[in-house]
């Protein structure tokens, strides 16, 4: 197991488009994080995943976004009817859990252009 | 409310020591971080501290953290070019979640 693994590493879609993007985390990892990076900014929180149960959902995230973890390994943020807006780098991170395991993982990225 | 700021940009020579500030306004927070990210990639955990330290050193990176100010910095001795790279700090209150605030990013550029 080399990391957290992104798919894919680039996406180009017209707008109004659905995209869905792919996070498998490190293995033995139970928690599962999507953020969000525009250009120029840091990383976002969209949201959290411990296991299969989605925790927390940041306000950033609109209805149009919808992330799964089906069965508590890898994990789909899928976006409905793109708008430019969305346009950005979509980073998962994934980490151990637990009061001593605080260092999360992170994924080179998908990098989604919406035109 | 959760506010991390930094500095945009960084420029040194090559051998010189860097150190690149950061500011927070959540005084629970219990961890801060800095991570690395070069062009094109995703971000590398450099260091992290716990909010009742005031230092750590890990090679040629010392954290200092001034928590009454709420102040971090990082300090790379030796800088190299290959330290050239984007550099956020973050935190996080620990808990249920642990998810990252982080800041702006500061851009280091190495002049060799």
């Known amino acids: 197991d080399t990391g957290v693994s992104q798919n894919p590493r680039h996406k180009i879609t017209k707008r109004g488009q659905n995209v869905t993007f792919r996070c498998d985390p490190i293995?033995?990892?139970?928690?599962l994080y999507w953020y969000r990076q525009t250009l120029g900014q840091g990383p976002e929180f969209l949201t959290y995943?411990?296991?299969?149960?989605?925790?927390?959902k940041s306000r950033l995230l609109s209805d149009r976004f919808s992330a799964e973890r089906p069965k508590g390994s890898f994990s789909t943020l899928e976006i409905q009817r793109t708008e430019q807006g969305d346009s950005a780098m979509y980073l998962c991170?994934?980490?151990?859990?637990?009061?001593?395991?605080?260092?999360?993982?992170f994924g080179q990225g998908t990098r989604l252009t919406v035109v | 409310g959760e506010d991390v700021e930094q500095s945009l940009f960084l420029s040194v020579r090559e051998g010189d020591s860097s150190v690149i500030n950061c500011t927070y306004t959540?005084?629970?927070?219990?961890?801060l971080y800095w991570y690395k990210q070069e062009p094109g990639a995703g971000l590398q955990l450099l260091t992290y501290?716990?909010?009742?330290?005031d230092m750590k050193q890990d090679q040629r990176l010392t954290v200092l953290l001034n928590k009454k100010d709420k102040h971090l910095s990082l300090r790379i001795a030796d800088t190299q070019t290959g330290d050239s790279a984007i550099y956020f700090c973050?935190?996080?209150?620990?808990?249920?979640?642990?998810?990252?605030?982080f800041g702006t990013g500061t851009l280091l550029a190495v002049q060799p």
């Open positions: 293995s033995e990892h139970n928690r």
């Open positions: 959540d005084s629970s927070s219990t961890y």
């Open positions: 991170a994934s980490s151990l859990g637990g009061p001593k395991n605080t260092e999360a993982f």
């Open positions: 973050a935190e996080s209150k620990g808990g249920a979640t642990n998810k990252l605030i």
């Open positions: 995943f411990q296991n299969e149960a989605q925790l927390e």
């Open positions: 501290i716990f909010s009742n330290m």
